[in-house]
């Protein structure tokens, strides 16, 4: 008898030890099971995070390019001003160049011609015929100057 309740002691006692073992297998399932769970959810808020850190990126992306073609437009239509405004000066001192050399060339025949002119009235003119020009010249002056009076 001693040997059976020796036995059912020790019966009891492996009981008692594999309830408790159950317990923490049980209670080791269930704490898994809510880290499972809490990783679950915070796997879920990372990705979350990912795709709104995505599109964010993608948006400043998108007006990263919008940006950079604004800045690209406006580039090319400043050169374009700044090449119109140098075609513009180069044809007016093109222009201006034309002008004063063909001024420069009159003034110098003009001269030429002077000098020719004055040349041959020095050599065909007498001194009479030449006074008789500066009184004739003279006189129209004076009839010029009673007809505007």
């Not at 209670?27 to 769970?37: D, F, H, M, Y």
């Not at 979350?48 to 800045?71: P, T």
């Not at 020095?122 to 009673?146: D, P, V």
């Amino acid at each position: 008898m001693f040997e059976l309740f020796f036995l059912l002691n020790n019966l009891l006692s492996l009981n008692d030890l594999l309830d408790n073992r159950k317990q923490r297998i049980l209670n080791t399932i269930r704490n898994s099971e809510e880290l499972r769970e809490g990783a679950i959810q915070q796997l879920e808020n990372a990705r979350a995070r990912l795709r709104k850190v995505e599109m964010e990126a993608d948006q400043f992306r998108v007006n990263g390019y919008s940006e950079i073609e604004r800045e690209k437009v406006n580039l090319i239509n400043s050169t374009s001003r700044t090449l119109k405004q140098l075609e513009n000066y180069k044809n007016e001192t093109i222009l201006f160049e034309q002008q004063r050399t063909i001024n420069q060339v009159r003034e110098r025949v003009f001269q030429q011609a002077l000098q020719g002119a004055i040349g041959t009235l020095n050599s065909c003119l007498s001194n009479e015929l030449h006074l008789r020009t500066i009184n004739a010249n003279i006189g129209m002056f004076g009839t010029m100057k009673e007809i505007t009076d």
